[in-house]
């Protein structure tokens, strides 16, 4: 509980970018927040297997997509078998669940701007995918910090944080 408090006082402390990213992000998933034998499940598994490697922004059109490793694939397939939208990546990985960017207000916290990422698209799983809303802001160092919102009997709970690190950073010019 400690951890979620601090993620949830740096969330809000933080801004949103100061333009959309574009391109690959490297991700880490930072803390599961699923309450009761759901969260220590989803909590112990992760710890043993994590197939989320990221995401890839295309910042022109305003939307982008998730990186997995390959093993999920499985998974994918039983957990959504008419699911058609995933795509071979690079070397290992493939891409799934499309989605949208801008910026607005939180669904959580109104009077805070972040750049929100809506997987509320007809080309993703009902079941799980659409429900989802992550919600990115810029921590000091530069890397992305993100809430991942859970929309559940109507209302959004934040389900898991996580970061994301520019997969190619920009060097700097000599």
């Not at 969260?39 to 112990?44: D, E, M, S």
Request: aromatic share 12%; net charge positive; glycine share 8%.
């Amino acid at each position: 509980m400690e951890q979620r408090n601090a993620l949830r006082r740096l969330f809000a402390s933080c801004p949103p970018p100061a333009s959309p990213p574009d391109g690959a992000y490297q991700g880490r998933l930072e803390l599961i927040t699923i309450p009761g034998p759901l969260g220590v499940l989803a909590r112990v598994w992760t710890r043993r297997w994590m197939p989320w490697k990221g995401k890839r922004f295309l910042a022109a059109a305003g939307k982008g997509e998730n990186r997995f490793s390959n093993d999920a694939q499985g998974l994918m397939r039983l957990y959504w078998p008419s699911y058609h939208g995933a795509r071979a990546a690079d070397r290992g990985h493939f891409t799934a669940f499309t989605f949208v960017t801008r910026f607005a207000s939180s669904v959580v916290n109104p009077s805070q701007v972040v750049l929100r990422i809506d997987y509320d698209l007809d080309a993703n799983p009902r079941f799980g995918i659409r429900d989802v809303v992550d919600e990115v802001v810029v921590l000091p160092d530069g890397r992305l910090l993100g809430e991942a919102q859970l929309r559940f009997r109507g209302r959004w709970h934040t389900a898991a944080y996580f970061t994301l690190t520019p997969a190619h950073p920009v060097l700097a010019s000599r």
